[in-house]
Every structure is written in structure tokens, then in C-alpha cells.
């Protein structure tokens, strides 16, 4: 888990702005989010203590542990909204402490990759494993040799090293009509 805390002070607008007060507040609180998170992936787990320093028996803000990526302006300004209706001390232009706690989460990638034995000796070891060689019309030449494992036929093995099944595939496609020059597949 790691732990962040920030103290700061926002600034109050410019003469000219009084007008637009909530998009000046809304703008600084997103862009001082933006800063405190830009270390956290989107699937870490974000949650954020929001304290006044000047008043400090004040309740601290919180907001719930999310993913980063659902912190959103929206999130901040309703926690902010419905603690401004209830606290009264509660003063943004005074100096808040952001406590910001951030869990990263594992991401499955799979299986790591390791320095094993490569497929053709795997193949070789495993009999289950069988190696398609073929450029052309390998699902047809995949059938093949599956149907002679399960038939017990005599050119299994000769069939699984790539021999003598050139002829057996064409005739398999000539006389099942079968067309694999885009690959096979359910017509649309």
C-alpha cells in the first residue's frame, strides 16, 4: 500500500471570475487530483482523506476506495457538496491535508513465459502433441492425422511427421468439397 500527504491551499479567483466560482473550484480541485494520482494505474484501488488543517475537529472527507479511473470530477464534487450542507467550519480556501492511499492490484498477463523446452521437442517427448508443419491447408492436414490416431490407422506416425499425406489431403478436400484458401470457418 503506499501512503501520500499533501498539504494545500487553494487560491481564490481572480477579480474577474467571482462569476464562474464553481468552475474555478472545480477546475483547481480536478487539476490538484489529476497531480496526486498521476503515479496510480487505472486499476489501482485510490482512497482519499480530505482534512482541514486550521480546523482540525472537523470530520475528515473521505472518499471510498475505488479504481483510479472512477475518480471522476462528478465523484469529488457530489463527497464535496454533501459535506459543505452539513459542515458548517468546513472552508476550502483554508489549508486541507490530502491523505492519499493507493493499493495496487495484480493484473493477470497469463502465464509468464518461461525458458522451457521448445514445442518441437515438447511434441517429440509428448504424444499428445502434435506438430502441423503444413503452410497450406493445415486444419485439413490437422483433421488427417487426427482421424488416424483415432481409427489406429497404419500412416499415423508417417502422417504426424508430415510424410505421404499431401495425396491424403487432397483427396479428403476433392471429395468433401471442402474450400480452406480463406481458412475455415461457418459461411456467413
Not at 490530502?98 to 493477470?108: A, D, E, N, R
Not at 517429440?124 to 482421424?147: D, F, G, M, Q, T
Request: hydrophobic share 40%; net charge neutral; charged share 20%.
Amino acid at each position: 500500500m503506499l501512503w501520500e500527504q499533501l498539504t494545500v491551499c487553494l487560491l481564490p479567483p481572480f477579480e474577474g471570475e467571482y462569476s464562474n466560482l464553481m468552475s474555478h473550484f472545480l477546475t483547481n480541485v480536478s487539476d490538484l487530483f489529476g497531480y496526486v494520482l498521476q503515479n496510480c494505474d487505472d486499476s489501482d484501488m485510490v482512497g482519499i482523506t480530505i482534512s482541514n488543517e486550521v480546523n482540525v475537529a472537523d470530520k475528515a472527507i473521505g472518499i471510498s476506495f475505488r479504481r483510479k479511473d472512477q475518480i471522476t470530477p462528478d465523484v469529488i464534487w457530489s463527497v464535496l457538496g454533501k459535506v459543505a450542507q452539513s459542515n458548517a467550519r468546513f472552508n476550502v480556501l483554508d489549508k486541507l491535508v490530502l491523505t492519499v492511499q493507493s493499493v495496487k492490484m495484480p493484473i493477470g498477463h497469463g502465464r509468464i513465459a518461461t525458458n522451457g523446452r521448445p514445442l518441437e521437442t515438447m511434441a517429440h517427448l509428448k504424444r499428445n502433441i502434435v506438430e502441423v508443419k503444413a503452410e497450406e491447408n493445415c486444419l485439413a492436414h490437422a483433421k488427417i492425422i487426427s482421424i488416424a490416431r483415432l481409427t489406429n490407422d497404419s500412416g499415423y506416425k508417417a502422417f504426424r511427421q508430415g510424410n505421404k499425406i499431401l495425396r491424403v489431403v487432397d483427396h479428403l478436400l476433392a471429395t468433401t468439397d471442402i474450400d480452406l484458401t480463406n481458412g475455415g470457418g461457418i459461411p456467413s
